[in-house]
């Protein structure tokens, strides 16, 4: 009788390999997605079936994680980013939704204006370009015809669009940095994207008048140098950060008659939810007339980040006002800006009264940071501790260890309205 082999057992990588290889569809898009392009291209030597799946990859993603280059000549490394990224863009089969390119080593090479025109021609959504190294590229103008964007990120640029070009119809979500374009393109970018809800302006140039007509916004986070900033038709608009690298010549901007910065930046934000104001913008805020309290209150704005100079008497006063103003406030956090001395004759002592009858009813947590030791920074503490019936931390840093033993007998002499209130001294 003749003798029968024993089944053959598969070894523990063919059966590894076929597990893998017949994964669901839905369950090996989502592995790809989870990699780096670098890693979702390895991915085809595991078995024919995943030879080819990386090329429809919807998010293409190009920076310092999947683009490992190990050389020190610049121009050998700029000649492989560009083989990498026209490699996977001819390769690549299925729409691109996301398209970011971001290399520490790119440079604004002309090969980027081929892939731009590439995606334009598609439905890309998501579109991220930063460029590290050299002067501003100028976006070509095939970036102005992707209309399908909804996400749409530049970093040291130059945007000068086509006279036809009237706005990206789509487009929810906008982040421009380091960037250059003039005022009236700014003007027309913003109030064309009739959808947006997201706008970030970090550092520009050639436009300083920051005219926000966007009825859909949300979030408003800038930092840089302009002159003034006009809010229309922005009453959806519940977080602002915001920040001048510039600390002098408001006052002179304004016309004789006018109610002064703080009416006119408060008025369209009727349902503010979160206020960082940064560097010298409360100098701004505190040019013209400021008022002990705002005609309207900001009934909804619950936290509150404000850089304060205290030797600045206008400055203080333009503080009180927000706090006045601010009702339901539950989170404050003060920064002080002590390297900032008081000009000659300059009185930045405040009165009493302007301390009186302001009831924080929801206020639960201070943060104070960067004070030193002086008088007007000390009756800030005050007014808080003793008209904050709910406070339950605070937290305060001084910018230097000098005096610390004096202020904590200063605070521990202050009346807190707040039975469970407890402050806590930081070492700066």
Request: with cysteine.
């Amino acid at each position: 009788m003749k003798r029968r082999d024993p089944p053959k057992v598969p070894c523990k990588m063919e059966m590894d390999i076929d597990y893998i290889s017949n994964l669901p569809e839905h369950i090996t898009d989502k592995i790809l997605s989870s990699l780096s392009l670098r890693d979702a291209v390895r991915t085809s030597i595991l078995s024919k079936k995943w030879r080819y799946k990386w090329i429809s990859l919807p998010h293409l993603i190009f920076d310092n994680q999947s683009l490992l280059i190990s050389s020190q000549d610049q121009t050998l490394i700029r000649n492989k980013l560009i083989n990498i990224v026209d490699h996977v863009l001819l390769l690549h089969s299925g729409p691109i939704q996301k398209f970011k390119l971001s290399h520490r080593d790119l440079q604004g090479v002309y090969d980027i204006d081929r892939w731009i025109l590439f995606l334009s021609r598609g439905s890309v959504k998501e579109f991220i370009l930063e460029i590290w190294k050299g002067h501003r590229y100028k976006l070509p103008a095939s970036l102005y015809f992707c209309q399908k964007l909804i996400h749409l990120e530049i970093f040291n640029c130059l945007l000068k669009p086509p006279p036809t070009f009237n706005g990206f119809k789509n487009l929810k979500s906008l982040d421009l940095q380091h960037i250059t374009m003039d005022q009236d393109v700014f003007d027309n970018l913003i109030s064309s994207c009739t959808l947006i809800e997201r706008l970030t302006l970090m550092n520009f140039d050639g436009f300083s008048q920051l005219n926000i007509h966007a009825p859909y916004l949300l979030f408003f986070d800038i930092g840089g140098v302009f002159d003034d900033v006009n809010f229309e038709t922005t009453n959806n608009l519940a977080i602002v950060s915001i920040g001048l690298y510039a600390s002098a010549g408001y006052e002179q901007n304004l016309p004789l008659g006018t109610t002064g910065n703080m009416i006119k930046f408060f008025a369209p934000l009727p349902r503010i939810q979160r206020l960082e104001v940064q560097s010298f913008f409360l100098k701004y805020l505190a040019a013209g007339k400021v008022p002990e309290r705002l005609p309207t209150p900001c009934i909804e704005l619950n936290y509150l980040s404000l850089r304060i100079n205290f030797c600045d008497r206008a400055e203080s006063l333009a503080a009180l006002c927000i706090l006045r103003s601010s009702p339901n406030l539950q989170e404050l956090e003060i920064l002080a800006r002590p390297d900032e001395q008081a000009a000659e004759g300059t009185d930045a002592h405040i009165s009493e009264e302007y301390f009186h009858n302001c009831p924080f009813n929801q206020l639960q947590l201070v943060k104070i940071v960067g004070i030193s030791y002086a008088k007007q920074e000390l009756n800030f503490v005050n007014f808080l501790l003793t008209n904050s019936p709910v406070l339950e931390k605070m937290t305060i840093k001084p910018v230097s260890a000098n005096g610390g033993c004096e202020l904590l007998k200063e605070l521990l002499r202050f009346r807190r309205a707040s039975v469970l209130a407890e402050i806590i001294y930081l070492d700066p």
